[in-house]
């Protein structure tokens, strides 16, 4: 799976899709990276359900999507993440390079959504 839609809710149910680059860890969990400070994050501590679509780079949808529960990762979990990413997309590669010259405050946060 490279890329999915992940689908959050706001406090008043509407969905809010998101393209994301993911990948699966060895639990099974689809696994992503997002900006500390995003809709996303707010949104998934408000609430965790969320539904995850494979797609293509573009947003266009391969199969149906799936309910699943999404929960923030810690530090530790965050970086075997960014491990497991930049092994599979050069997008991520390219982006965590780019995270050395920027300062601590801006970097990420992971997400694990067990399905």
């Given at each position: 799976m490279t890329y999915v839609i992940l689908t959050t809710y706001r406090r008043g149910?509407?969905?809010?899709?998101?393209?994301?680059g993911a990948a699966v860890d060895e639990q099974g969990q689809v696994c992503m990276?997002?900006?500390p400070g995003s809709g996303k994050i707010k949104r998934i501590r408000n609430n965790p359900a969320v539904t995850v679509t494979p797609c293509d780079g573009q947003g266009r949808p391969k199969e149906p999507g799936v309910a699943?529960?999404?929960?923030l990762l810690g530090?530790?979990?965050t970086a075997q993440v960014r491990r497991l990413l930049?092994?599979?997309?050069?997008?991520?590669?390219?982006?965590?390079?780019a995270d050395r010259l920027r300062p601590r405050a801006t970097r990420?946060?992971?997400?694990a959504v067990t399905i």
């Open positions: 149910g509407q969905p809010v899709p998101t393209i994301l990276l997002t900006r699943g529960t999404a929960r530090p530790q979990e930049s092994r599979q997309h050069l997008a991520a590669r390219l982006a965590l390079l990420w946060t992971g997400i």
